[in-house]
């Protein structure tokens, strides 16, 4: 298992948020792969683990993210295995602290 940490400018709950959603974490596992998985979730502690896994015999990958909030920001470490993807991972893990990292745009509602 290979892992990245960052700390990032984002609160637990706005991680969370982004991270928590079946769409989202079968992407990553998709991604991960190389191709269409299916997934289940093995460890959910809001705000602070995610983890999931494949549901497919023909795959062994696994993903999973801790968080804790360490001064104006939170601390993210994604740990994620892929038995035939090892060369693979360094990239895979960069390209999802980079996206995690990402400011997202939210306009403002009702101001005109």
């Not at 991270?19 to 079968?26: A, S, V, Y």
């Not at 995610?50 to 497919?56: E, G, Y």
């Amino acid at each position: 298992m290979k892992t990245a940490s960052r700390t990032l400018m984002k609160s637990s709950p706005e991680l969370w948020e982004m991270l928590d959603t079946p769409e989202r974490m079968h992407g990553l596992m998709c991604s991960l792969v190389g191709q269409a998985t299916e997934i289940e979730v093995s460890e959910r502690e809001p705000e602070t683990r995610l983890a999931w896994k494949t549901t497919s015999h023909l795959y062994e990958a696994q993903i999973e993210v801790d968080m804790a909030e360490k001064g104006w920001g939170t601390h993210v470490e994604v740990s994620a295995s892929c038995k035939d993807e090892v060369k693979r991972l360094d990239g895979w893990l960069d390209a999802v602290m980079e996206e995690l990292a990402t400011p997202e745009k939210r306009p403002f509602g009702g101001v005109a």
